[in-house]
């Protein structure tokens, strides 16, 4: 995800968490690229497998084209763009010691909100299992078990987002054979913040043109349309007849 601005700091004095909370967003992965190595000749002094270039075996190590079977996921957050579904996926995971026979973990939840201009209180978001398994709440009941959940949202309009993720669990006490001795509700909060940008810019400009005689005024329409997606700049002219 984006920059994490901050968490509860009244729970962070009561001593660290045993869940953390892993926010990760979700896009479309691409064909990893490989860069094959020239073919070598004897005379050339070199002696390096073609197949060291390669992102993935191939029958044909002397093949230049530069794509591979590979998917790959971006290596970053990315940008977020007016129109788009932003999708991310929230992992609550239990961080207890495997050896640890004296806390356990139960009930997690997580809660999320996304935070707009249009509603700096934030807007109550709607969670998904990433499986079947992970509908369980007990899904993180042992020591490095996990409860995941995924969020959609469609993004209207442009500014600062802050997606607001809430994670609730209860931590108990054992004092011997399995038996509590004593449990507590705890709770802690993150908050990611990211931008959403235009995915177009519209820029228009009106020119008169020379008169002509006795003929009506005429007037040139320019119009830009800027993208800022990774698409090529376009501009459109045209000359209305009156």
């Known amino acids: ?9 009244s729970e962070g004095l009561k001593g660290p968490h045993t869940v953390s909370l892993k926010v990760l967003r979700l896009s479309r992965p691409s064909l990893a690229d490989h860069h094959p190595l020239p073919q070598q000749t004897s005379s050339n ?3 390096i497998s073609p197949n060291a270039s390669l992102s993935f075996p191939s029958a044909d ?11 790959t996921l971006p290596p970053a957050f990315g940008s977020a763009y007016v129109g788009e579904t932003f999708s991310c996926t929230l992992c609550a995971n239990n961080e207890l010691p495997e050896n640890d026979e004296a ?6 939840r997580i809660a999320a909100e996304m935070q707009m201009p249009s509603q700096p209180a934030g807007l109550a978001l709607d969670l ?14 042992k020591p490095g078990g996990s409860l995941q959940k995924i969020v959609r949202f469609e993004l209207k309009e442009e500014g600062n987002h802050i997606l607001a993720a809430t994670v609730t669990y209860t931590e108990t006490l054992l004092a011997g054979e399995g038996r509590a001795a004593s449990g507590r509700v705890r709770t802690f909060r993150k908050l990611y913040q990211f931008v959403a940008q235009p995915l177009m810019a519209v820029r228009t400009k009106v020119e008169e043109l020379p008169a002509r005689g006795t003929a009506p005024p005429q007037y040139a329409l320019e119009a830009q349309l800027s993208a800022q997606s990774p698409i090529r700049n376009s501009s459109t002219r045209w000359r209305p007849r009156t």
């Open 1 to 9: 995800m984006s920059r994490q601005r901050g968490q509860s700091t």
């Open 45 to 47: 002094g070199l002696h």
């Open 61 to 71: 190590p002397t093949d230049s084209f530069i794509l591979s079977p590979v998917l």
């Open 103 to 108: 806390r356990r973990i139960s009930a997690v």
């Open 128 to 141: 998904a299992g990433a499986s079947s398994s992970d509908v369980n709440e007990n899904a993180t009941a």
